[in-house]
């Protein structure tokens, strides 16, 4: 299964609505499709698992969608702390990890 | 509190060794599939190995670094450890690992996402 994310680059004002998206190869049970947050010079994040539950301490403008080929996480509200890269990441049995490219966040 | 110790990083001449070790603290250690994964220098995230728990543990393994490397376990340590052979200069990268939330029974398995993740160590592969 390959992952694609789009866009690669999203460039947005705090304040405003970001909406990314992550695309599977096949279809995948939405069980398995996770959501990471990266800060630059840190390790990832879990934000979102099962396609739309959020991880312990996430604030709810992180919000995640989708089953089958598409899914999308969704910031409500950008803070300056939110532009960071995000990765969709899938779990399945062989291989069992496997990642999309990433979209960078950029402030405008 | 849950942490993830990453260490064994450094400098290495292109065919050579190195072994990391991810030490685990706060969780039961037993229970948890772990994983590797590594990012080079402004690349994204590359999954690189994964190691099952339980008595017969399942072990994967990236087509990159199937052959070279090799994962393992170590539950009275609470210690994940990735011995990495005939290095590469493709393989410099932080590496991370990372706890799998990962929940198995006879039908299926749930997945929980990968939720603590080691700090990361830097492997550079150069002559």
């Known amino acids: 299964i390959f992952l694609t994310q789009s866009p690669g680059t999203l460039s947005l004002s705090p304040g405003e609505r970001a909406t990314l998206s992550c695309r599977a190869s096949?279809?995948?049970?939405?069980?398995?499709l996770a959501w990471y947050q990266q800060r630059p010079g840190q390790a990832p994040r879990l934000l979102i698992y099962g396609a739309s539950t959020r991880a312990t301490d996430i604030p709810d403008r992180f919000s995640g969608s989708g089953s089958g080929t598409d899914f999308t996480l969704t910031i409500s509200r950008l803070e300056p702390a939110d532009f960071a890269v995000y990765y969709c990441q899938h779990y399945g049995s062989s291989p069992p990890i496997t990642f999309g490219q990433g979209t960078r966040l950029e402030i405008k | 509190q849950v942490q993830l110790e990453v260490s064994g990083g450094g400098l290495v001449k292109p065919g050579g060794s190195l072994r990391l070790s991810c030490a685990s603290s706060?969780?039961?250690?037993?229970?948890?599939?772990m994983t590797w994964i590594r990012q080079a220098p402004g690349r994204g995230l590359e999954w690189v190995s994964y190691?099952?728990?339980?008595?017969?543990?399942?072990?994967y393994y990236a087509d990159s670094v199937r052959g070279r490397f090799t994962i393992s376990r170590d539950n009275a340590k609470k210690s994940m450890y990735l011995q990495m052979n005939s290095l590469r200069a493709e393989d410099t990268a932080v590496y991370y690992c990372?706890?799998?939330?990962?929940?198995?029974?006879?039908?299926?398995?749930?997945?929980?996402?990968?939720?603590?993740w080691g700090q990361g160590t830097t492997v550079t592969v150069s002559s």
């Open positions: 990372a706890r799998a939330d990962v929940v198995v029974n006879a039908i299926t398995s749930y997945f929980y996402g990968l939720d603590f």
């Open positions: 096949q279809s995948v049970g939405s069980s398995y």
């Open positions: 706060g969780f039961d250690f037993s229970v948890y599939h």
């Open positions: 190691i099952s728990s339980g008595r017969s543990t399942n072990i």
